[in-house]
T-cell receptor, first 111, second 115 residues
Framework: GIQVEQSPPDLILQEGANSTLRCNFS?????LQWFHQNPWGQLINLFY???GTKQNGRLSATTVATERYSLLYISSSQTTDSGVYFC?????????????FGQGTRLTINP | SAVISQKPSRDICQRGTSLTIQCQVD?????MFWYRQQPGQSLTLIAT?????????ESGFVIDKFPISRPNLTFSTLTVSNMSPEDSSIYLC????????????FGPGTRLTVT
């Protein structure tokens, strides 16, 4: 079946550090999204990135669709970056588009 | 992006009862979905809410347990029926417009605790 795997599962860093989160997926994709779930449970859209590289402030993402992975970079981490980061991949399953989530990376930024 | 609201934001319910969660969008959207997030877990798709017809359920989810309505292009409800403690989760609705760009946006979620 369709698999979306994220690594590492947990990451603890000091404020100011940089981090790289990885998402591997098992099949060809139409779309890939990165989300940040804050401590209140809200899912915040970070990137819509089926291929290529995008940047938004301290965050950037790269998806290499042919090699079936995506990377999320966070530079100069702040405590407000803490939370769970999800990669979600949009597959065609039995003719319907379905968003399949990875298990997430829990990021803790300590002051 | 669309502004999505959910009601209630949280609730504590007794087992055996039912709760209806509302999802309202400030603009018309083609697609609406319902997800469940069990404690410490990732998100799992429950069903796609179809306007004017029965929802399309994923494996492991049935209409009798999770009836869904979608009367128009801006509103949907999910009912969690005959609740048990295992139903304690965050329930989230999401929306998208079909087309070349198919990006989903999520509501703030409903945190349900069943005692």
């Amino acid at each position: 079946g369709i698999q979306v795997e994220q690594s590492p599962p947990d990451l603890i860093l000091q404020e100011g550090a940089n981090s790289t989160l990885r998402c591997n997926f098992s099949d060809s994709v139409n779309n890939l999204q990165w989300f940040h779930q804050n401590p209140w449970g809200q899912l915040i859209n970070l990137f819509y990135i089926p291929s290529g590289t995008k940047q938004n402030g301290r965050l950037s993402a790269t998806t290499v669709a042919t090699e079936r992975y995506s990377l999320l970079y966070i530079s100069s981490s702040q405590t407000t970056d803490s939370g769970v980061y999800f990669c979600a991949v949009d597959f065609i399953i039995q003719g319907a588009q379905k968003l399949v989530f990875g298990q997430g990376t829990r990021l803790t930024i300590n002051p | 992006s669309a502004v999505i609201s959910q009601k209630p934001s949280r609730d504590i319910c007794q087992r055996g009862t039912s709760l209806t969660i509302q999802c309202q969008v400030d603009s018309q959207v083609t697609m609406m979905f319902w997800y469940r997030q069990q404690p410490g877990q990732s998100l799992t798709l429950i069903a796609t809410a179809n306007q004017g017809s029965e929802a399309t359920y994923e494996s492991g989810f049935v209409i009798d347990k999770f009836p869904i309505s979608r009367p128009n292009l801006t509103f949907s409800t999910l009912t969690v029926s005959n609740m048990s403690p295992e139903d304690s989760s965050i329930y989230l609705c999401s929306v998208a417009n079909s087309g070349l760009v198919y990006e989903q946006y999520f509501g703030p979620g409903t945190r349900l605790t069943v005692t």
